[in-house]
């Protein structure tokens, strides 16, 4: 079974917190909407969806990927680095618990988010910037050591997140957008994407991608590689640095 965290955006959606780029105006409505269609889409390409209990008093509660990072029945709640993050993990936890997954917790002084957990098969690329300090690091790599998967800390200074800037296909090469990274040439099999939001993409099987619908240009190269987009609109969301891969958690297997 494929399925997928969810969570709706909030009332106080607008003022969301934003790091790397200047504060836009967001339309509720419009918002609503691109986030029903998100996951329809999802939907429609053989995910369940698993709607997370709203949390209205968390601007940013809609970005439900960073409240945990999960391999195989295994669940990691996370201690996101914004402050203000923080409470929107308390019913993303309950959810996961109610799914049966076993549960562990990243701990003060620590701090990760889960949209900075690149995973590449057994290693996993973590960004270390705004959001996730070293004793996060260092906490991940220890609770997921046992699992036989290595975590590798990326410099990051340029993005919100990690995979903010770069994102794994599923034949495990990484598609980014160089600008937003430190150093492009530290990741293997690494093609350039030419538009910001075509680093970003959700892999739903093994030949479509969820791609974001102002990355018309990097979504036709996916295609030029054999894969097939599926295009989606966030353009709402995208003026809170939100991407593709940070509206859900998919839960495989």
Known sequence: MQRALVRRPG????????THISRQPV?????????????????????????????DDCPDAVFIEDTMVVVDEFAIITRPGAAQRRAETIE??????????????I??????????????????YVGRGGRTNAEG??????????LGISVIAVPMTKALHLKSAITALPDGC?????PLLDDAGFFPHFIS???ESGAHVVVL?????????????????????????????????EKLEGCVTCLSVRLRG
């Open 137 to 146: 690091v260092a906490a991940l790599r220890q609770l997921v050591a046992p």
């Open 92 to 105: 993303a936890a309950r959810s996961i618990a109610n799914l049966g997954y076993r549960i562990a917790r």
């Open 205 to 237: 099987d093994d030949t479509r991608l969820l791609v974001a619908a102002s990355a018309d240009r990097s979504a036709q190269r996916l295609a030029d590689l054999g894969y097939e987009p599926v295009v989606v609109d966030i353009s709402e969301f």
């Open 27 to 55: 339309d509720p409505n419009l918002a609503a909407s691109q986030w029903q269609a998100y996951v329809a889409a999802l939907n429609a390409t053989g995910w369940t969806t698993v709607e997370v209990p709203a949390a």
């Open 174 to 178: 990484l598609i980014g957008y160089e």
């Open 107 to 124: 701990e003060t002084p620590a701090t990760l988010d889960g949209g900075d957990v690149l995973k590449v098969g057994t290693t996993w």
């Open 193 to 195: 994407m030419p538009e």
């Open 11 to 18: 009332p106080l959606l607008s003022d969301g917190l934003v």
